[in-house]
């Protein structure tokens, strides 16, 4: 992937990387493929009117582990970005890179195998499966894993003892589980795939304010020791001094900077 930044935060994150031109600043190759690229991305639902499209972003990208908050009001698009990353909504226009893999050029079946292998979700009501154990709601999402079913259980057992629910939890069904509980479920379930990415659509939304910082911390640090990348979207004005990087859906909206995309096309 290529990308467009001023000299001097290139040579601050990026030292060493093969410099191949200068126009106003500097165009670099990443020696390691980013786990999230959106490059000229437009999407507008059908009927919206006006011209200006309900989600719009020139660039925007995650380094593998990386960890970024993505802010704003409700209804300014955060979770109908979410859903075109994960390819659930088709974008008018743009790309959307999953370790590098186009998303929005798959058809529908490839599109939901690249989802099952490479992201993770974490829902805004958690979207468990009720009737189900907490284990079972983990070993459902190892079905699109390449680990053998044999292995399924162990590794949800794991999952979720490294998260903090004891075996009497995980055998009961997520119905009697507390909310803190369902969370951690949700978190394995995320995670069970080894994903690149994991997305998190207002993870705190149901939580009082303690028991939104711990979600976080959990969310954050489950993501940063499985090395997967983590765009959490909210409202949440206590969030962004959770996170080390944080940045507003208008910031990086129609008016931002134009960049250096994958194709190498500048604007």
Do not use: W
């Not at 106003?24 to 011209?51: H, K, N, Q, W």
């Not at 790309?95 to 893999?101: K, M, N």
């Not at 993870?203 to 993501?223: E, H, Q």
């Not at 959770?242 to 134009?258: D, K, N, T, Y």
């Amino acid at each position: 992937m290529r990308r467009y930044f001023d000299l001097r935060r290139a040579s601050a994150l990026y030292a060493g990387t093969r410099v191949e031109a200068f126009v106003g600043g500097v165009y670099y190759t990443p020696a390691v493929t980013d786990a999230l690229s959106i490059c000229d991305l437009t999407f507008r639902f059908p009927g919206t009117p006006g011209e200006t499209p309900t989600v719009g972003i020139p660039a925007l990208s995650l380094a593998p582990g990386e960890q970024l908050l993505l802010t704003g009001p409700s209804g300014c698009g955060k979770s109908t970005l979410l859903s075109l990353i994960a390819g659930l909504l088709t974008a008018d226009a743009g790309t959307i890179s999953i370790a590098g893999e186009n998303i929005q050029a798959l058809g529908s079946a490839a599109r939901d195998r690249l989802r099952g292998r490479r992201i993770g979700m974490v829902f805004q009501t958690f979207n468990l499966l009720h009737g189900f154990t907490a284990a079972e709601n983990v070993m459902l999402a190892l079905m699109f894993s390449d680990l053998q079913p044999r292995a399924h259980r162990e590794r949800a057992t794991q999952l979720l003892s490294t998260l903090g629910l004891d075996q009497a939890h995980q055998t009961r069904r997520v119905d009697r589980l507390s909310v803190g509980q369902q969370q951690r479920v949700a978190v394995a379930r995320a995670l069970a795939c080894s994903p690149t990415l994991v997305l998190a659509d207002e993870p705190t939304a149901s939580l009082d304010p303690d028991n939104a910082a711990a979600a976080v911390g959990l969310l954050r640090s489950a993501c940063s020791s499985a090395n997967a990348a983590l765009l959490c979207v909210s409202h949440d004005p206590a969030l962004p001094a959770l996170f080390p990087r944080h940045v507003s859906m208008q910031e990086i909206g129609p008016g931002a900077a134009s960049t250096v995309c994958a194709d190498g096309g500048a604007r």
